[in-house]
């Protein structure tokens, strides 16, 4: 692992991120991220994480700074949790006030700091197969977010739907058992019908107002939370009849809550922590 690099150890609703400060600090410009990524979220070399983030300043006008994220595996992806962790590490360091824009791997998202939480926009959600994305030739002609994957230890009800990256939420009546959850989740992130994988929401209706969701995230494995996964349950749950426009989305880590409208944007809100800053 790199040495001499300084960093900052975030987390939102349990969903730890390693956060790497291109303006505040003087980082290698040659460094290698995918690779960086893969090195320092392992838990038991490196510092430990769900996903690699880095701040550093935006080449759009509108937006205060520019957000990426790796996961564990090295691969570019879109991150709900990190960005309001990103909010929070740009207000603290002077980069943004309370409402700002910030440019992402899936478009320019709002936020805005609140006395103890943050609020963000998460764009509008993507239902067509061939942007999720999804295989039309496995859904025999059902919608992506209402069909069947057969699997060896039952039937399984289905949405699938992008929030920015694929999600497939997964329909159940009772809490996963480990068994079921360990051996079905990898299988089913790398399925023939999720041609850029898909990560996984095995999610339990509560109330009208409360789902639970057990998190399996595409290049991550199991997480405490996902803000982008909990924006594509509580969609889903309100297109299937599952749940009401705002929706408090239970997982390990903590509480999310979603709001959204047909044909408006999805706002999240939950909290950001800094929890230390280090080297390596």
């Not at 150890?9 to 893969?38: C, R, S, T, Y």
């Not at 030739?137 to 994957?149: A, E, G, K, M, V």
């Amino acid at each position: 692992m790199l040495r001499g690099i300084k960093f900052a150890k975030m987390h939102g609703a349990g969903n730890d991120f390693v956060v790497l400060d291109f303006i505040h600090e003087n980082l290698p410009v040659a460094l290698h991220f995918p690779l960086a990524a893969q090195a320092f979220c392992d838990r038991h070399f490196g510092i430990g994480a769900d996903g690699l983030l880095l701040l550093e300043e935006s080449s759009n006008s509108d937006c205060a700074v520019r957000m990426r994220m790796w996961n564990p595996d090295g691969s570019e992806d879109m991150c709900g949790n990190g960005l309001r962790c990103i909010a929070r590490l740009a207000h603290l360091r002077g980069y943004a006030d309370k409402h700002f824009q910030v440019e992402t791997l899936a478009g320019t998202r709002n936020c805005e700091i609140l006395s103890d939480a943050i609020r963000v926009g998460m764009g509008e959600p993507i239902f067509d197969a061939e942007k999720i994305p999804i295989r039309a030739d496995f859904l025999n002609n059902q919608s992506p977010l209402d069909y069947t994957i057969p699997t060896t230890l039952g039937d399984l009800k289905c949405s699938t739907l992008s929030t920015g990256t694929t999600h497939t939420i997964i329909w159940r009546d009772e809490e996963i058992s480990d068994e079921m959850f360990f051996a079905l989740s990898p299988q089913l992130e790398i399925a023939d019908r999720f041609p850029e994988r898909t990560s996984l929401m095995w999610a339990r209706v509560v109330d009208k107002n409360t789902i639970a969701i057990r998190i399996w995230e595409r290049g991550a494995g199991e997480t405490l939370a996902c803000g982008t996964g909990a924006c594509a349950t509580a969609v889903a749950g309100q297109l299937t009849n599952r749940g009401g426009e705002t929706v408090r989305i239970e997982s390990r880590g903590g509480t999310l809550e979603i709001n959204w409208r047909r044909g408006a944007e999805i706002s999240m809100t939950g909290g950001a922590q800094l929890v230390f800053l280090g080297e390596t």
